[in-house]
């Protein structure tokens, strides 16, 4: 599997198996990571705040996200400014669990390092 397609997969980084998430999408449980990945033991949390960074590569993506459907409602649909507050808020109301797993898998993906070879020797 490639990097990008395990960032948006959101797979562990090292084996590229295990999943990053436990619940698909419940809502209770949106923010929950295991400790470890389940397929090659990889700390998911290397050090206390580890994530914290990925709040501000969440809060980039998202802020990206909703100037470009502002700018499309507003000048190219001509929508009115409230109208297309409203819509960006539910839209951001809606993809929010997933642009910060996204953060989060993007974040883990730039620390820790691809290693193929995880799986076949972690019989030792
Ligand atoms: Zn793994």
């Known amino acids: 599997?490639?990097?990008?397609?395990?960032?948006?997969?959101?797979?562990?980084?090292?084996?590229?198996k295990g999943k990053l998430f436990v619940q698909p999408f419940s809502l209770s449980k949106?923010?929950?990571m295991p400790e470890?990945?389940?397929?090659c033991n990889q700390n998911y949390f290397p050090e206390p705040g580890f994530f914290y960074g990925a709040m501000f590569i969440g809060y980039g993506m998202t802020a990206?996200?909703?100037?470009?459907?502002?700018?499309?409602l507003i000048f190219v649909m001509g929508m009115e400014f409230n109208k297309a507050m409203m819509i960006i808020i539910a839209v951001g109301a809606l993809t929010f669990v997933y642009f910060f797993?996204?953060?989060?898998?993007?974040?883990?993906?730039?620390y820790v390092k691809y290693?193929?070879?995880?799986l076949s020797t972690s019989e030792e």
Do not use: N, Y
């Open 1 to 16: 599997m490639g990097l990008l397609r395990s960032i948006f997969k959101m797979t562990c980084p090292k084996c590229r």
């Open 101 to 110: 797993r996204l953060a989060r898998s993007v974040w883990i993906h730039i």
């Open 64 to 72: 990206w996200l909703f100037f470009a459907i502002g700018a499309i």
């Open 30 to 32: 949106s923010f929950d």
């Open 115 to 118: 290693d193929p070879q995880i």
């Open 36 to 39: 470890r990945c389940p397929t």
